[in-house]
């Protein structure tokens, strides 16, 4: 029998409260700061700078969460030549010692060689698509660089040559900017293919079998190019459960300025006739310089297309832009303003990515003001006055002795929820040098599952 006065004995209270605290410590809710607010369990105060090389010229451009949390950005070391550059860091933000020589990777294809995005495949391992560039005339100059790492960042030799694969596009200088994993395992790297001209260049799309090969169900051998107007960039893609592939980037004609392209293609990479016209939807959201950046597709099939609207250089402005579009490729419109909503988040925007999360709310990542810039709107493209300060988060990686320039290129949502941005921070006025730079918000939304 428990006698009532013992509840309240001195014993008794302290064990209640340790019993608290455990349970407090233990929820996944509690103590988690407001939507927007930089994690302080991350890093030096949410923020993490990573080096390759003492001196170096660093720069991220892709960022991805594996299922377990850690987190992978890769990009550019010059040292002194420019080399694929891959970190893995753990839920902290440290540098996973479990990952090549110290948490990074460095990788060398040809003479300069640019690492612009990741995904991570179901098994872990991770994919890395970018740009392999050559001086040797018997080479050609730029090429499609794909390369894939097993879970301690060793090159996995059972894809392409010693874990890497080079593509080319006939009569074509071909970057990559952006990739997906589709459910089967097959991989979709797209980019931009430049005429030898310089004034003509298209989207170009290769897609890989599971051991490297170019896919020969798929396009021409395995790599596809669309042309939409004289200059065409492709720079977002994504997969959805469907197969098809959904395409986001810019379009113009030399002697006028850029309009959102959006494409769908077929599974064996024709054109999707039942989305636009003949397969591609060409928007202009403002009237301005406007390019997608980024593309999401929602549970219910509808597109969700981000990206920046820019005027003349010299007048300095730019606003963050989202685009909707049915299924069929017309503008959705109930969301925004007959399917567009135009934000500006804080000054000069220039918008590189953006992500989905669970509930349907659309992140946006920007470089705004040289500070790496997370905004979050919510499903009819409204802004998110719930996240950071009306719908506005950034962080500033300055310090007492450096004032340095930040920029975003990439986003990623971790399985709690948790946002992720990538990019750069650049010491221009003092040493020069330039790192990776990373940030995790606080948000309490997942992102969304990944096919299966």
Known sequence: MIHTSSLFHP????LRAM???ALIASSPYVLRAADGALDFTFGKEGKVRTDFVDGSYDVGFGVAVQADGKTVAVGTAVSPVPLFAVARYNRDGS???TFGDGGKVVTA???SDFAMAVAVQRNGKIVVAGLSMS???LQHPDAFAVARYNRDGSLDLTFGDGGKVLTTFPNAYSQARAIAIQADGRIVVVGQAVGPSGFTADIAVARYAVNGALDASFGSGGTVVVSVDEIDDARAVAVPFDGRIVIAGSTRPLSSSEDFAVLRLNRDGSLDQTFGAGGI???????QQDVATGVMIQRNGKIVVAGSATGAKSLGFGDAVLVRYDRDGSLDSTFGTAGIAVADLAGFDDVMAAALQADGKIVV?????GLITVARFNTDGSADSTFGSNGVAQADFATPDEDPFDSLSAL??????RIVAAGTTWNYFTTGESNFALARFEASASAPPLPR
């Open 11 to 14: 014993k008794s209270r302290l």
């Open 19 to 21: 019993l608290m605290l």
């Open 95 to 97: 540098l996973d010692q």
């Open 109 to 111: 294809f040809r003479d």
């Open 135 to 137: 001086a040797d005339s």
């Open 281 to 287: 939807v060409r928007t202009d959201p403002t009237g």
């Open 365 to 369: 990542g920007s470089t705004s003001g």
């Open 412 to 417: 990623a949502i971790q399985p709690d929820g």
